[in-house]
Antibody, heavy 121, light 108 residues
Framework: QVQLVQSGAEVKKPGSSVKVSCKAS????????ISWVRQAPGQGLEWMGV????????NYPQKFQARVTITADKSTSTAYMDLSSLRSEDTAVYYCARVRSGYEFNAFDIWGQGTMVTVSS | EIVLTQSPGTLSLSPGERATLSCRASQSVSSSYLAWYQQKPGQAPRLLIY???SRATGIPDRFSGSGSGTDFTLTISRLEPEDFAVYYCQQYDHSPETFGQGTKVEVK
């Protein structure tokens, strides 16, 4: 059974960037798409974008289009989420999640453990 | 963007009782592309229901989903101690995918 293992917690200064990784353990991404979702402390879930690793194409919601870059390395079954121009409101837990059934848009059936990103001066 | 409104915000129930959670969309979610997740403190969300009414792998049959158009429901037939958590609905019919704000099911 594939698991998604994310990189560790980060503390960043305002205006800097952060890159979070998500590696498929016990398998590969295969034909799956990988999405990124964030959750600010005590808040709900917010979708940040999706990538289909076999194609390398990413899709972002308008809110994040200017600041988020999602990439994937098929050879290592690792996806990355890069968020730039960080501000305090970006403090959150960032999750990667596998999109079920090989579609770009579908429910998320496997989740990473989450990566806490703290933005503070 | 489709706004999902979940109600109630908090549901106070006892183990063994039935829980009914609502998710209302600001516009029609066609093809029933709606999912439900459970999240416990300090954990990632877990997929319970996809495509409105299909249970994910390993999900007990006390969890069921229903609805269409703009009104969707998650029902937990008999609450077990491990079911007390926060539940989110998600639509993946229109981009951007959106989530509801969550319903907390707490012990009465």
């Amino acid at each position: 059974q594939v698991q998604l293992v994310q990189s560790g917690a980060e503390v960043k200064k305002p205006g800097s960037s952060v890159k979070v990784s998500c590696k498929a353990s016990g398998g590969t991404f295969s034909n799956s798409a990988i999405s990124w979702v964030r959750q600010a402390p005590g808040q709900g879930l917010e979708w940040m974008g999706v990538i289909i690793p076999i194609f390398g194409t990413a899709n972002y919601p308008q809110k994040f289009q200017a600041r988020v870059t999602i990439t994937a390395d098929k050879s290592t079954s690792t996806a990355y989420m890069d968020l730039s121009s960080l501000r305090s409101e970006d403090t959150a837990v960032y999750y990667c999640a596998r999109v079920r059934s090989g579609y770009e848009f579908n429910a998320f059936d496997i989740w990473g453990q989450g990566t806490m990103v703290t933005v503070s001066s | 963007e489709i706004v999902l409104t979940q109600s109630p915000g908090t549901l106070s129930l006892s183990p063994g009782e039935r829980a009914t959670l609502s998710c209302r969309a600001s516009q029609s979610v066609s093809s029933s592309y709606l999912a439900w997740y459970q999240q416990k403190p300090g954990q990632a969300p877990r997929l319970l229901i996809y495509d409105t009414s299909s249970r994910a792998t390993g999900i007990p049959d006390r969890f069921s989903g229903s609805g269409s158009g703009t009104d969707f429901t998650l029902t937990i037939s008999r609450l077990e101690p491990e079911d007390f958590a926060v539940y989110y609905c998600q639509q993946y019919d229109h981009s951007p995918e959106t989530f509801g704000q969550g319903t907390k099911v707490e012990v009465k």
